[in-house]
């Protein structure tokens, strides 16, 4: 009852808000309610499988040896908590955002969100990848309104590229990996260990990981990175939630699921299939925080550097080894928290001062102390500095590393730590210490001007959330680690 | 008692209707009468599968006249099926009609264009049903005639034009098919097809065989359209009123492609056609080339009947594309997309003739934003365009899978690489639909305008049936066993009766 019940909620109350449109107060009332009841389910969830009672259901078999079917695992239950609460405080931070922005169309985006988490939860939950897959086009298909969200010519051509990947590589690569999987081994089900070991050739293996690994779109490996920067088009709570947290780590979440429940990482480790996959991962690790030095768009910056830390993710699955496995798993939650705080400061300082441009922000601090500082914390949790929890991950893929004896991963890793130093750091740095441009006596006059209540309780509960992280990281870690073991 | 006589009704009650129409002439009476026939007929055919599911094969002499003296009908797991799609398309689609026909057809030939239905109708069940193969020639003919009638029965004075092709093209084919019967009885001597199919074994290796399976096969691939024999299909499509391209794309090429399964595989039999004749190498190359000529070419239509015309004919591709792969499973994969892409492609052409209704126009340039004019009617359009994408929970993926995995089953995977490369295309041309009824804004929108114009959705008689059958769209989609298990009885069938 407790997993259709996680799906099915945000589905009623999409179906709530789109009848209450008239009402704001009213629709909004709902989406919080609704987010609010998920998480507390998502937490009974948790509490039932710390029990040792791992729920699992099958609706419906859709043909013979295809069923709709969920089940509980950590992994999924790990991304399920996380997506579950950073909705509750999107949520928050929506209200004050579409007010302040005066954005059109409210009620559709509220019900698309909480479409795109009910097609989330569906994919945390599912028993085996077709399953899996269903909603995973699901939730490519319900965020294209939200891409597309103001409807300008922009946002259309973002939207068809944001659709032309996606859709591409998983019905081009993905669906004939998925149905090559289901023609070898007859099942599709996620299995600990692995269902393709000893079922075919070595040479086969290799193809069908890469089809698996390039076909997930989502997981923004070069080359197919490029829906990320045009999905950024979209309203910045979507941005925030669905382009740093949940669409993104659908997709890395569903490498995690293929490489340890499809293949199982001892099959990767002994054929060596992903080894070449963990070189492409380093370069899109680099390259991606190269392009985002150059962007001066603040929100594109952002974009290009959650393509670098999707590809940490997808770098630690590819090393298929524990450690990394459990630092991919950990970097999931890390990073959630850290750049959705970021993408939360850029959405306040749009809203508060209309800057966009990195270039414009000099100086910030002075009328934005809140939000800067907010930002602050979350540029180090994304380098992996303490006291904030994206130490951890990043330590664990170090230790994964080092454990599958990689050293230029290794190297890679540290790069870009202090590539993300570049990129990141100057931004809040200057806020603070600059002088701004505009040094005209009204503009210095003007005091302290912040964005929207509901915006600033969302920013202080994620960025005390990723220093909260640093310090109790055990119920993440140890997810993970029933995972591997 | 009567259900003894189930087979001759299936083709009687139609047949029997269709007069009465031009009696009664009063359009409304005559629309009545017909949904009471045609709701008929899909129950006589719902019964019929069941009869075949229980108790097999039935056989049934017209007039008590044994077969090889008489006619006999023969209702298998194959054409049983076959039926059920033709008769439920007719009913949705006759269900739908008559607003749009009263708008689309001049209101003294609406009593004809019934007749027509019903006679296309009886043309169609009897194909399928007969165990004749003479009566098939006759049957496509009742068929094709009264499909010509339709066609030219719009307003739309191009119809004429796209209804001669037609009629020129689809008598060619119908004169090969005549050919090829008539050479297969000059050697076997027999025009039953249970009895030539016994026969015909001794003789076919002589060139008259030869020469029948080539003429009847190139017949009755012009009659479905395949690629290249399809330079009919795209304007018949087009400029025909929107009823008859829904209830067309849905029922004769499906029809036809029976056809051909029934020769092929019952009559000269597997091993005789593809692999002494390699007709399976001709029809992949065809059928792959349809796929993407179809495709492709439907990405540059503006207008949006001859986009799905197009894509009818990639459609009938990947039908094509299952049968050459001579397999179980690829069989059961064209089977299967008999009944998906009926439902599909008459819920597409649904949709579209409710724009019709309201706007006059289905070219893209007149349709801009009707997505907030006609939001039921648009998520319709959406929800069949994601089927024939075949996006998971979609009937369209059902085929889809089914068809890779028997290319995949043969491990040419390059195969399946190509059906999905066909399927991104698919999302290609749905989408620029979409954006356009979604995005693009009407010029009505610059002006200010009161709620009530705004708002013009398609009227109720017409909205239910079309989410009637987009709802089977989903449900056959998530719950798909039964129709799968049926299209894999049928196969088998096929399959082990060589």
């Known amino acids: 009852m407790l997993i259709e019940a996680a799906i099915l909620i945000p589905a009623i109350g999409a179906v709530l808000i789109a009848l209450t449109g008239r009402q704001p107060n009213l629709r909004e009332a709902i989406t919080l309610v609704s987010a609010v009841s998920m998480f507390i389910v998502v937490c009974q969830i948790y509490l039932a499988l710390e029990t040792g009672d791992a729920l699992a259901i099958e609706i419906l078999e859709v043909v013979p040896g295809l069923s709709l079917a969920f089940a509980v695992e950590p992994l999924g239950m ?3 908590l996380v997506a579950s609460f950073l909705w509750i405080v999107t949520s928050i931070y929506s209200i004050g955002y579409m007010r302040g922005h005066h954005e059109q169309n409210q009620t559709r985006f509220y019900v698309c969100f909480a479409l795109a988490l009910s097609s989330v939860m569906g994919l945390t939950f599912s028993a085996n990848m077709f399953t899996l897959f269903i909603f995973y086009e699901l939730i490519t298909l319900v965020t294209y309104p939200l891409v597309t969200h103001s409807g300008t010519d922009e946002a259309k051509r973002s939207g068809r590229v944001y659709l032309g990947v996606l859709l591409g590589t998983s019905i081009g690569l993905q669906l004939l990996a998925i149905i090559w999987t289901w023609t070898i081994t007859g099942t599709l089900d996620f299995t600990e260990g692995g269902i393709l070991a000893g079922k075919t050739t070595d040479i086969v293996i290799a193809i069908l990981f890469a089809l698996y690994v390039f076909g997930i779109g989502k997981a923004a490996l070069m080359p197919f990175h490029r829906w990320l920067p045009a999905a950024m088009v979209a309203p910045t709570p979507v941005s925030a939630l669905l382009h740093a947290v949940a669409v993104v780590k659908a997709g890395v979440f569903t490498v995690l699921k293929v490489t340890v429940y499809i293949f199982g990482i001892d099959l990767l480790a002994t054929t060596g299939s992903s080894e070449w996959l963990i070189y492409v991962a380093s370069a899109t690790i680099l390259i991606a925080s190269i392009i985002a030095m150059s962007k001066d768009n603040l929100k594109a910056r952002l974009a290009y550097s959650t393509v670098s830390q999707l590809a940490y993710i997808v770098l630690g699955a590819m090393l298929a080894s524990t450690m990394g496995i459990i630092g991919s798993g950990m970097h999931i939650a890390m990073h959630a928290f850290g750049k959705i705080t970021l993408f939360f400061c850029a959405g306040a300082i749009m809203v508060a001062s209309h800057k966009t441009e990195i270039s414009q922000m000099r100086g910030l601090g002075r009328t934005m102390p809140f939000t800067m500082m907010a930002f602050l914390i979350g540029s180090m949790s994304i380098i992996g500095l303490p006291p904030t929890g994206g130490m951890w991950s990043k330590w664990f893929l170090v230790m994964g590393t080092l454990e599958a004896e990689y050293y230029i991963p290794l190297l890679v890793l540290l790069i870009s730590s202090l590539l993300n130093v570049a990129y990141l750091l100057p931004i809040a740095v200057r806020g603070f210490f600059s002088e701004p441009d505009d040094m005209s006596p009204e503009n210095r006059a003007q005091g302290i001007k912040e964005a929207p209540l509901p915006c600033l309780i969302a920013i202080a509960i994620t960025s005390l959330g990723c220093i909260a992280l640093f310090f109790y990281p055990e119920p993440v870690y140890e997810l993970m680690k029933s995972i591997v073991n | ?16 209707f269709a007069p009465i129409c031009v009696l009664l002439r009063r359009h409304n009476l005559v629309w009545g009468v017909v949904l009471l026939s045609c709701w008929a007929s899909f129950v006589i055919a719902t019964l019929l599968l069941q009869q075949v599911l229980t108790g097999g094969e039935i056989i049934y002499a017209i007039g008590g006249w044994e077969a090889p003296w008489g006619i006999e009908y023969r209702v298998d797991i194959l054409n049983s099926f076959v039926l059920l799609i033709i008769t439920g398309i007719a009913s949705i689609v006759i269900t739908f009609a008559r607003e749009s026909v009263h708008k689309e057809i001049s209101e003294d030939r609406i009593y004809l264009f019934y007749t027509a239905f019903l006679l296309h109708l009886t ?21 094709s005639l009264s499909s010509y009638a339709m066609i030219s029965a719009g307003r739309d004075r191009r119809a004429l034009l796209a209804a001669f092709r037609y009629l020129i093209l689809g008598t060619v084919g119908a004169t090969f098919i005549l050919i090829g019967i008539g050479l297969m009885y000059v050697m076997t001597g027999t025009l039953n097809i249970a009895d030539m199919a016994d026969r015909i074994r001794d003789v076919q290796d002589t060139r008259t065989i030869v020469s029948a399976f080539a003429f009847f096969t190139v017949g009755v691939c012009i009659k479905f359209g395949l690629f290249p024999l399809h330079y009919w299909l795209p304007n018949a499509y ?71 015309a197009y894509s009818s004919i990639a459609q009938i591709g990947y039908m094509v594309l299952g049968i050459s792969l001579v397999s179980v499973t690829g069989l059961m994969a064209s089977i299967l997309h008999l009944f998906n892409h009926a439902l599909i492609k008459t819920a597409l052409f649904m949709s579209v003739a409710c724009f019709f209704f309201r706007f006059d126009s289905v070219s893209l340039k007149d349709l801009k934003g009707v997505g907030r004019q006609m939001p039921w009617t648009t998520m319709a359009f959406v929800i069949g365009g994601l089927s024939l994408i075949g996006i998971p929970m979609t009937v369209g993926f059902i085929s889809k899978w089914y068809l890779i995995v028997a290319a995949l089953e043969k491990d040419w995977w390059w195969m399946a690489a190509l059906i999905l490369l ?77």
């Open chain 1, 78 to 80: 790990l991304f399920a």
């Open chain 2, 1 to 16: 008692m009567i259900s003894q006589h189930l087979p001759v009704l299936q083709v009687v009650v139609p047949l029997l």
């Open chain 2, 123 to 143: 043309g169609l069940c009897g194909v399928v049903i007969t165990g004749d193969a003479f009566n098939i020639f006759v049957f496509v003919e009742i068929a």
């Open chain 2, 238 to 308: 087009t400029y025909a009123p929107s009823i008859v391209s829904a209830f067309l794309s849905g029922t004769t090429s499906k029809v036809f492609i029976y056809v051909l399964l029934r020769f092929l595989f019952t009559i000269f039999g597997a091993e005789y056609a593809f692999d002494t004749m390699h007709l399976d190498i001709i029809l992949m190359v065809a059928a792959l080339l349809a796929i993407f000529s179809g495709s492709i070419a439907a990405i540059y239509q503006d207008n949006i009947k001859k986009m799905l």
């Open chain 2, 422 to 498: 066909g399927s991104i295309l698919a999302v290609v041309y749905i989408w620029k639909v979409i954006e356009v009824i979604y995005f693009q804004s009407t010029e009505a929108d610059s002006q200010p305008v009161t709620e009530a114009v705004k708002f013009q959705e398609a009227p109720l008689s017409m909205l239910i049936p079309v989410w009637v059958i987009i709802f089977a769209n989903i449900y056959f989609g998530v719950n798909a066993s039964w129709v799968t298990d049926i299209s894999q009885q049928a196969a088998v069938y096929l399959m082990g009766g060589q």
